[in-house]
């Protein structure tokens, strides 16, 4: 696994609030600054975490932030790019692949967010979360308006941003500044892959962000539990499609798909938590283009649009029922590939197995039955 390294910056001074830079701030009990840096010290992505703050807040952040599990920070520069440079060059001794940069200031980011990021750096060496502008932007210097921008083609970025730690180095070593790190690899030429950011990540500038932030956090979670069963048909073949893994072997499971049970009883228990329907609502069997598909797609498509309404998954538990071929020894393998498939933390994941005692279908090795149940928090 390559090593990610979050840096967060927080050398600003600047407070519209009056007193104490705004990172500093209380939210709901504890600083801006402290809810930022824990959201990527508890990340299961994230090897280590560089705070950046002001020459002026030693103390302030050994305060707030003193007892958390990040590095020793270090006193940023005169522009938030400088202050991102001080870090690049205090996590160097580190030799990271990959680093992410966040402000200080966006304290609600999600733990799915920073997993989109770090996994979307799998395939891209530049990525930045952006959300859709929903508002009709107008461009009015004086006050008064003096043309609409075409909205299409726009996203608001936010951070995290992610990048291969060679890159932003390159990206940095002119010593140029820009308003955020992916202006600098811009410059260089470089496309920056844009994932999907969230709404609920403010940057907090103004006291009404404060305000809005508070209530988000206070708003209560409630749990859905949603439930899902799948059966498919075993034939001869050479390996069985189960729980995102093959399992070499005499036979095969026959579908539309791929015919992954396990897969499709968790995508079903997904949905099931938002009332949608089932996966072949969402991905009928009459459609050419799910021939054969890769069933981590539905899986994908119910987690993201879980999270596209503030859900977070807080536990999926998969119980597969087979005579044949034997689970246990894959079991490890099932579990992290639905972890990797859907962004969690293994430890949200269970996957168990049985046999039928030989009785009915499963039991006579003529198919095999999955039976999922996920919990999930949604903003109430
Ligand atoms: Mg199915």
């Not at 197995?353 to 949604?378: D, H, M, P, S």
Request: net charge neutral; proline share 6%; with cysteine.
């Amino acid at each position: 696994m390559p090593t990610t390294i979050a840096i967060v910056v927080g050398g600003g001074s600047g407070s519209r609030f009056g007193g104490p830079p705004k990172q500093y701030r209380r939210l709901a009990g504890g600083a801006i600054f402290r809810r930022a840096l824990a959201a990527f010290a508890a990340h299961p992505r994230i090897d280590a975490v560089q705070p950046v703050i002001g020459a002026d807040d030693g103390a302030r952040f050994a305060a707030a932030c003193g007892d958390l599990p990040v590095r020793a920070p270090v006193t940023g520069g005169g522009s938030r790019s400088a202050s991102v440079r001080a870090a690049l060059d205090a996590v160097l001794a580190d030799a990271p692949d990959r680093v992410l940069i966040h402000d200080a200031a966006r304290p609600l980011v999600s733990p799915a967010l920073i997993a989109r990021v770090v996994a979307a750096l799998d395939h891209h060496a530049a990525v930045v979360p952006g959300v859709a502008v929903r508002d009709t932007l107008k461009r009015a210097p004086a006050g008064t308006i003096e043309a609409t921008v075409d909205r299409r083609d726009v996203v608001a970025v936010q951070t995290p941003q992610g990048f291969a730690c060679a890159l932003l180095r390159e990206a940095h070593a002119r010593g140029d500044d820009a308003t955020d790190d992916a202006g600098l690899v811009e410059r260089l030429g470089v496309p920056v892959h844009v994932v999907e950011g969230e709404m609920t990540n403010l940057k907090i500038t103004e006291p009404d962000d404060l305000a809005l932030a508070e209530r988000w956090l206070a708003t209560p979670r409630v749990p859905r539990v949603g439930t899902g069963f799948d059966v498919h048909r075993l034939a001869a073949g050479d390996g069985v499609v189960l729980g995102g893994i093959t399992i070499p072997c005499g036979l095969r499971l026959v579908g539309h798909s791929d015919a992954d049970v396990a897969l499709h009883a968790l995508t079903d228990a997904l949905l099931g938590t938002l009332g949608v329907g089932d996966i072949g609502t969402l991905f009928p069997p009459s459609e050419d283009r799910w021939r054969g598909a890769d069933s981590a797609l539905f899986l994908v498509e119910a987690g993201r649009r879980v999270g596209s309404v503030g859900g977070a998954i807080a536990h999926l538990d998969l119980t597969i029922l087979a005579e044949r071929p034997k689970i246990g020894p894959h079991r490890a393998a099932m579990r992290a590939r639905v972890a990797e498939i859907l962004e969690l933390d293994v430890e949200r994941v269970s996957v168990k197995a049985t046999t039928t005692e030989k009785l009915g279908f499963t039991g006579r090795g003529e198919g095999i039955a999955a039976q999922a149940a996920a919990t999930v928090l949604y903003p109430a």
